[in-house]
C-alpha cells in the first residue's frame, strides 16, 4: 500500500525527551513513559521493557507520533506512540536523533 505525499504530512513527528520512566504493574514489557514534547508533557505506554530498563532511558530523546489518538493499554492511557525498528531477534530499537534536538522539534 502506498500513501500520497499530503497525507504522510498528517504524521505528526516531533523529538520528545524521556523525563520519567517506570515498570508497568502487571506487565513484563509494558513501560510508562513521561516525556516532554516541547510544548507539553504527555504519557506514553511504550512495549520495550524486556529491552530497556526504564533508568537507563530517562534523559534519552525519541522520535513519537504526536497526533495519534490516544489508546488505553492495561489501563493507561497511551497518548502518542515512540518509533523503534526491531532487531534481528526480534527486540524493539528505539529510533533516536544523532545529536541533541530540543524537545518538539518536528521530524521531516
Same mark, same amino acid.
Given at each position: +500500500? /502506498?500513501?500520497?505525499?499530503? $497525507?504522510?504530512? *498528517?504524521? &505528526?513527528? $516531533? #523529538?520528545?525527551? #524521556?523525563?520519567?520512566?517506570?515498570?508497568?504493574?502487571?506487565?513484563?514489557?509494558?513501560?510508562? !513513559?513521561?516525556?516532554?514534547?516541547?510544548?507539553?508533557?504527555?504519557?506514553?505506554?511504550?512495549?520495550?521493557?524486556?529491552?530497556?530498563?526504564?533508568?537507563? !532511558?530517562? @534523559?534519552?530523546? #525519541?522520535? +513519537?507520533?504526536?497526533?495519534?489518538?490516544?489508546? /488505553? +493499554? +492495561? @489501563?493507561? *492511557?497511551?497518548?502518542?506512540?515512540?518509533?523503534?525498528?526491531? &532487531?534481528?531477534?526480534?527486540?524493539?530499537?528505539? !529510533?533516536?536523533?544523532?545529536?541533541?534536538?530540543?524537545?518538539?522539534?518536528?521530524? /521531516?
Amino acid at each position: +500500500m /502506498t500513501v500520497s505525499f499530503d $497525507r504522510f504530512k *498528517e504524521l &505528526d513527528l $516531533r #523529538i520528545a525527551k #524521556i523525563l520519567e520512566a517506570s515498570r508497568v504493574e502487571g506487565s513484563e514489557k509494558l513501560l510508562k !513513559l513521561l516525556i516532554d514534547v516541547g510544548d507539553e508533557k504527555r504519557q506514553l505506554i511504550a512495549g520495550v521493557g524486556k529491552v530497556y530498563e526504564p533508568e537507563s !532511558l530517562v @534523559g534519552r530523546e #525519541i522520535v +513519537m507520533v504526536v497526533n495519534l489518538e490516544p489508546k /488505553t +493499554m +492495561m @489501563g493507561l *492511557e497511551s497518548q502518542g506512540m515512540l518509533l523503534a525498528a526491531h &532487531d534481528e531477534n526480534g527486540n524493539p530499537v528505539l !529510533l533516536m536523533p544523532e545529536s541533541q534536538v530540543p524537545p518538539g522539534s518536528k521530524v /521531516t
